[in-house]
């Protein structure tokens, strides 16, 4: 069978039968229409970005925009939310696959965020199937036969929510009238094609979770984008919803703005801790003073990072919104009784100071931390949310509680763990897995992230380490090829690509950006 396709719209992929039922002529002409509409936006904003970080980079620090005092001091709220959007205590996430769906909407978890971004290496299987999987999902037929085992829905799901490819992401195999589409606008425009009025009429909607945003400005293209959507699919204006992620330290400056955007779309904001962190490092990159230590120094428990969570409660119950939390890596350890009671340990802990700060849910990594989570939400949170608690109301943050750094020290072992969970992991990315367990801990692609930009962080920086010793580029290199050597030729490929995203200068946006050329 041939495939149709709209005028200029071309497909450098092979399409099985399966996916040609999800790239029909009709949803694939959508997709060219959003591309023709927005896609000078968003280049336009990308161009932004690298207007702002040149202005970072000369030593200028974010902070709150004067020229939105008005959104910030004004009284408004965001539109009702839908009434499956009310309770959201725990939300479990992950990739695209078959089974992972399944295991998702059956965890007892409220929500389940299906992930295009962080948790997806985005191979053309992985984001067309993907797209089957939830059609099939939200159908309800989805169903999965494997290794003596057969996975289908409960009756009880939990309410899907798709999580999009970034601003920045291409899809390189789709082009039209000659230019790339990008991931953010197929994942969405897919997806929502095939989805909105099926949803609907089985009484949720089409819900989004929006990543890695830099400022309101592209909440705005978004919002057009959603308007837009509504228009051609004949919704009801403010059908779709869209959480935010605030995941930039630049966002963290203007959650009321991208409130105010999205504010007839919007279903709150969520703390996207991880990205977070990769962000501080990366927009701050040249500045000396703003150099984190150990990745595992920068908990939710510090002061920045607490600032940043109040914030983000604050602002979004002062407009009606839900404040969702983040995620913690740990997940059950198999065969270690006192590992496996520790990883328990540290998710309660985390899950008790979301929801005493105020926090409406948080996030779970595996269905084995469902129930605590809700334990916890459920003992804490005795409403549907917290939105109307008054916690955080009184609460000032300023710019420097954002930015100012943590205590700790950087030292060789914090090094080595960079290094060696950053290789570990694009090695997975490349051969098609976005999530996996690493030292008994799930990592995505932030947390590659976060490695690799603290790896350049102390290079660039020359930073002492703990015991005294300068992390010269001698001994950075040193360290690097020890880890990459434990690990054997068989890493040989990631550790090459994960050592230019971590030395290159300038510091690269995204290493998602080079390591997509490797994927197929
Ligand atoms: C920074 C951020 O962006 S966080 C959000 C993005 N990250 C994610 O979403 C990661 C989500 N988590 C995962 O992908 C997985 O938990 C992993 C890859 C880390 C570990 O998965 P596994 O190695 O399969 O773990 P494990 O063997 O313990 O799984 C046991 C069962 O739970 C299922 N499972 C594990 N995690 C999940 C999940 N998040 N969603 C659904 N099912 C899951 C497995 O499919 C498996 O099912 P089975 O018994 O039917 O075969
Ligand atoms: O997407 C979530 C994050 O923490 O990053
Ligand atoms: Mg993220």
Redesign the pocket.
Known sequence: MTQTLPAGLTITAPITDAQREILTPEALAFVADLHRRFEGRRRDLMAAREARQAALDAGALPDFLPETQNVRDGDWRISPLPDDLKDRRVE????VDR???I??LN?GARV??A?F???SSPTWANCVDGQINLRDAVRRTIRLDT?G?T?QLNQKTAVLLVRPRGWHLPEKHVQVDGETVYGALFDFGLYVWHNAQELLARGSGPYFYLPKMESHLEARLWNDVFNHAEETLGLTRGTIKGTVLIETILAAFEMDEILFELREHSAGLNC????YIFSYIKKLRTQPDRILPDRAKVSMAVPMMQAYSKLAIQTCHRRGAPAIG??SAF??V?GDEAKNAAAFEQVRLDKEREATNGHDGT??????MVELATEVFDRLMPEPNQIGSGKQADLTVTAADLLTPPDGSVTEAGVRMNVNVGIQYLAAWLRG?????IHNL??????AEISRAQLWQWRHHGVTLEDGRPLTPELWDELFDDEAARLGEGYADAARLFRTTATGTPLMDFLTLPGYEALA
């Not at 996207?272 to 990205?275: E, L, Q, S, T, V």
């Not at 897995?433 to 367990?437: F, I, M, N, R, Y």
């Not at 799930?442 to 947390?447: C, H, I, K, N, V």
């Open positions: 479990i996430t992950g990739p089974k992972m769906i295991n998702a965890s389940f965020m992930d971004e962080d948790a290794n085992k996975y996207g801790r991880w990205d983040g995620m997940i059950p198999k996030w779970v990594a595996h269905p084995g897995s976005g999530a996996v367990p799930m990592e995505d692609a932030a947390t």
